[in-house]
């Protein structure tokens, strides 16, 4: 059995991963935090093999938590969820020596099987955050460019990467289901939030975010 402990300050999202995990008869959910300080008792109680971190809490951060729970004789392993990719703390999660790195949208069988993978010891890491640290290794990545994004709503965000891609906006609308109205809103959000009206100078910075 893997013995899993849950940790987010948000309760639906709690209750979601405990629905998508807790079916499986191989994955025992022993407890659950809603911060990063009672992350630290639960584990010392419950001693659990994988954590699920959410990085963005109130008390203690996901990355604070993180790093003294693996100062910890025997720690867990620690596989972080996050709802943005294009986070500086993505790699400062990973340079911690968290396990893995998801985003929270990732498919349930997906994410049943990202555990039992950290579990067994091998990393994890969601498509767009790879490309995040293969373009960190390579000098590609920008920390000022994911600083940027990081000002974009997780809709806009989605809609910035298809214009990097070099879809219309049209494209757009079919490809996040979503009218077209709509996109031209968000495109004029995210020119007025990184002070362009460029959608060249939009890719380009999603480009240097490493998130193609």
Known sequence: MIRVVIVDDDPMVRTGLRLI???????????DA???RQAMTVVRDMRPDVVLMDIRMPVQDGLTTTELLLDRPSPPRILVLTTFDADDMVLRALRLGAH??????????????????????EPVLSPSVAHQVIAAATGRYKPQAVKELD????RER???????????????????????????ANITRIFAKLGT???????????????L
Do not use: C, Y
């Open 34 to 36: 809603a911060d990063g």
């Open 151 to 154: 000002q974009l709503t997780e």
């Open 100 to 121: 893995g790195f998801l985003l929270k949208d990732t498919p349930p069988a997906k994410m049943i099987e990202a555990v039992r993978a950290v579990a067994r010891g």
């Open 197 to 211: 009206d460029s959608r060249v100078d939009v890719a380009n910075r999603v480009r240097d975010a490493g998130l």
């Open 158 to 184: 989605e809609v910035a990467i298809e214009v990097a891609k070099g879809s219309s906006n049209s494209e757009i609308s079919t490809n996040l289901s979503v009218s077209v109205a709509t996109v031209k």
């Open 21 to 31: 995990l807790g079916g499986e008869p191989d994955l025992d959910l022993v407890g």
